[in-house]
């Protein structure tokens, strides 16, 4: 067994474990550190542009983990899987037997897809995680004719945006599309888009605004994962595959799951996906876009507290219930009392945040200093792009755990902009920013500030009033 020791160390080549490197790369230069991948690619943001204080777009690379040597001279890194962690004697173990003498230890081995239930017996139930995953799928792609995609979330609706040429059932459980990131307003802005070309030049800008109450408006690595997660633009490697069938079609089941899917020899198509409202439909495969798992895929002497969502439970400090044991990105449950406008997703912006977060703690740690939470724990912030618009989503942009206590203002003009303030008592608690609304700076102010906009009425949404203006 070969051994090796380190000041810190960090498992994990995604966008946790590379930032908490990077991050410490800055603070404890002449400090040894061991990075552990079990990929010679990790991953690597570019291109940060800062939208407000908080609000922060990047792009993500693969690049190679030697790289990382580059910024940290004293960087060693370990191309295997983590076994074993032992806190108690602060050592760990990989699969290929190297152990490794650390201080303080952050753990960011990410998530693995959590696919339907039959997955297990079926392997044309895909789950989205990995280029592995999306080879696959393009794989099955050009030579099938139909598709079933289960779940409401960021990659089911990737797809269904992303993919011509083949026939596509989208199995929704709620009775919106994109329930995750957005509200049925926001749903019904984008179906426009299944069926108006959104780059139309003469679409006419009709105006709406309204006060709406919540009423009114709502219904109510593991061992073999061997790469990073993917993050925004992935599925562009989709856009130009096309079969023989032809035409697209889109078919929307809501407010449906999948009971079974059961393979079939004799039949036209291999599955059959059996819904819960009786329904059966036949397919090629099915892409269960179902959420993520934390994978806590190695053993430990000492079983740490998990969250209820089986990641592991952190304090603000990005640490676990086990002293000098830190954890970031998706195989981490943020534990403690958020404040009122930030709550856990796992994405890519959370995974880098929370890396930089345990880097801090880290090295205080190590020279006995102590840190604050870092500013950006105090507004939830997400851009993307969902059917070719860019989606900003701030604070509880959904109202959640707002209880019914709110009201939603909104304006939308078809096919160019869906604006959704979610106030409370007057002052801002979120929003839905979709197409170039260039209120996200102002929307960032509002909420950290906490405004009365009372005063302001429903002005504060009126496209003829430089709000700005109000605030300056
Ligand atoms: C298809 C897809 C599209 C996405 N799109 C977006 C998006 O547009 N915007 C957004 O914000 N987020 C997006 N996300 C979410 C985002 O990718 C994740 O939240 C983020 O990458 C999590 O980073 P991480 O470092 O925590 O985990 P990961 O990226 O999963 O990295 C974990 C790393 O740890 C390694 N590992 C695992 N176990 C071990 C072990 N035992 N020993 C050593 N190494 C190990 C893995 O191989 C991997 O390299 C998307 C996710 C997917 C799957
Ligand atoms: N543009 C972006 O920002 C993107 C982000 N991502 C991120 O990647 C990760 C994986 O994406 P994804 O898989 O889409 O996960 P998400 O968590 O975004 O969405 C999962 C969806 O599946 C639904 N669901 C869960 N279990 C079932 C089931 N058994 N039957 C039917 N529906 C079910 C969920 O419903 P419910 O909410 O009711 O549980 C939810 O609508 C997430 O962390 C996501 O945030 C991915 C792609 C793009």
């Known amino acids: 067994m070969s051994e090796i020791g380190a000041k810190y160390l960090v498992v994990g080549g995604g966008i ?6 990077e991050s410490l790369a800055i603070l404890h230069p002449e400090e040894s550190l061991v990075i552990v991948t079990a990929s010679s690619l990790v991953k690597n943001v570019t291109n940060v542009s800062f939208y407000a204080k908080t609000i922060v777009k990047f792009d993500v690379h693969d690049t190679e983990a030697a790289s990382l040597q580059k910024i940290h001279p004293n960087l060693k890194i370990v191309y295997d899987s983590l076994k074993h962690i032992d806190t108690t004697n602060k050592t760990a173990v990989t699969e290929s037997g190297t152990l490794i003498k650390y201080d303080v230890v952050c753990i960011c081995t990410g998530g693995i897809p959590r696919l339907i239930a039959d997955a297990r017996k079926c392997k044309r139930i895909l789950g989205i995680r990995d280029t592995e995953s999306v080879e696959e799928f393009k794989e099955k792609l050009s030579n099938g004719r139909r598709m079933v995609i289960v779940g409401n979330g960021g990659i089911a609706s990737e ?23 957005v509200d049925p307003g ?4 984008f179906q426009n888009t299944f069926k108006h070309n959104s780059n139309d030049k003469n679409r006419s800008s009709i105006l709406k605004r309204h006060v709406f109450t919540e009423e009114d408006t709502l219904v109510s690595i593991n061992k073999n994962l061997k790469s990073a997660a993917l993050g925004p633009d992935w599925y562009r490697k989709l856009e130009n595959i096309r079969n023989e069938t032809g035409e697209q079609e889109l078919q929307i089941i809501y407010k449906v799951e999948v009971e079974s899917v059961i393979e079939r020899n004799n039949s036209e198509y291999p599955l059959d996906v059996k819904l819960t409202d009786g329904k059966l439909i036949q397919c090629d495969f099915v892409i269960s876009a179902t959420g993520v798992e934390p994978a806590v895929n190695f053993s430990w002497d000492i079983e740490p507290v998990y969250g209820k969502d089986g990641g592991l439970a952190v304090n603000e400090q990005q640490e676990t219930s086990i002293k000098d044991v830190f954890a970031a990105g998706d195989v981490a449950c943020a534990s403690w009392d958020f404040s009122p406008q930030w709550f856990q997703l796992r994405l890519w912006t959370q995974a880098r945040q929370m890396g930089s977060m345990a880097a801090k703690a880290m090295h205080a740690r190590i020279t006995n200093e102590e840190v604050l939470q870092d500013f950006c724990f105090e507004l939830f912030t997400h851009c993307t792009t969902l059917f070719g618009y860019r989606v900003v989503l701030l604070g509880k942009y959904n109202g959640q755990g707002l209880d019914q206590d709110y009201e939603i203002l909104l304006r939308t003009t078809p096919n160019l902009e869906y604006i959704k303030f979610v106030l409370k008592n007057g002052k801002l608690q979120g929003a839905i920013l979709i197409g170039e609304t260039d209120l996200e700076e102002m929307c960032e102010n509002l909420i950290l500030d906490q405004i009365d906009l009372t005063p302001f009425g429903d002005d504060i949404l009126n496209p003829d009033i430089d709000i700005d203006d109000y605030f300056d």
């Open 159 to 181: 797809i269904v945006h992303a993919t011509r040429g083949i026939q596509k059932i989208w199995v929704v459980r709620d009775d919106y599309i994109s329930a995750t990131f």
């Open 186 to 189: 926001a749903a019904e802005f």
């Open 16 to 21: 946790a474990g590379v930032t908490c490197v």
